[in-house]
């Protein structure tokens, strides 16, 4: 068990719909990653928080958002969903904000209908 | 430019036997190289980690090799056993990329060692 939690684990849902996924990161950590994994892209970044501000943008679509709460939890929101969009979403955290071991969590499972 | 590239996309290899995975870099600005072992359901978790200022780092019986001049690593594991069957992912971030750490993956190996 890293200590970084994933919410909800499996999430069904239809193309054009938005959904939340959520991270609490492992305690102290100030870091938070959202990764993408997917069977042809395989893990992409997509964007880095430290202690509640943006430090790091990868290919995220601007369908997506994500922000990191003042307790550190963060939430990736995904709208306007497609089912290119189906994928696991992977969190991971970290101490601080550069180069160290990321904790990675259990995975939210996307299908897109 | 950003790519780590890894190779092969599976290995499949005897219990005791060495497996070993490659990978393969393009941006010289990378200078943290870890490799990731991710179970089926499971989140990725780091395994070893290397910096190039060394050319090799042994943990146990996974051991990263680092050739800076041909921008490649690999990953050698010795005495394969089948609770090493596995996604075994390569990874490179760049210190200097603006204060991140964010990690650029290779593809991945699936790994099986047979009994």
């Known amino acids: 068990d890293s200590g970084v939690t994933q919410t909800p684990k499996h999430l069904i849902t239809a193309t054009g719909q938005r959904v939340t996924l959520r991270c609490s990161p492992r305690s102290g950590d100030l870091s938070v990653y959202w990764y993408q994994q997917s069977l042809d892209q395989g893990l992409q970044f997509l964007i880095q928080y430290y202690n509640g501000e943006e430090r790091a943008k990868g290919n995220i679509l601007e369908r997506f958002s994500a922000q990191q709460f003042p307790d550190l939890h963060s939430e990736l929101n995904l709208s306007s969903l497609e089912l290119g969009d189906s994928a696991l979403y992977f969190c991971?955290?970290?101490?601080?904000?550069?180069?160290?071991?990321?904790?990675f969590g259990p995975g939210t499972r996307l299908l897109v209908l | 430019q950003q790519q780590v590239k890894q190779s092969p996309q599976s290995l499949i290899v005897q219990k005791g036997g060495i497996s070993i995975i490659n990978c393969a870099y393009e941006?010289?600005?990378?200078?943290?190289f870890p490799w990731y072992q991710q179970f089926p359901g499971k989140g990725p978790a780091l395994l070893i980690a290397i910096r190039p200022d060394v050319s090799e780092k042994k943990e146990g019986r996974f051991t990263i090799s680092f050739n800076k001049s041909a921008k490649q690593f690999s990953l050698h594991i010795m005495d394969s056993q089948p609770g090493d069957s596995a996604t075994y992912f390569c990874?490179?971030?760049?210190?200097?990329?603006?204060?991140?750490?964010?990690?650029?993956f290779g593809q991945g190996t699936t790994l099986q060692v047979k009994p």
């Open positions: 991971a955290s970290s101490p601080g904000q550069l180069q160290e071991t990321q904790y």
């Open positions: 941006n010289t600005a990378f200078d943290y």
């Open positions: 990874a490179a971030s760049a210190r200097g990329s603006g204060n991140t750490g964010k990690l650029i």
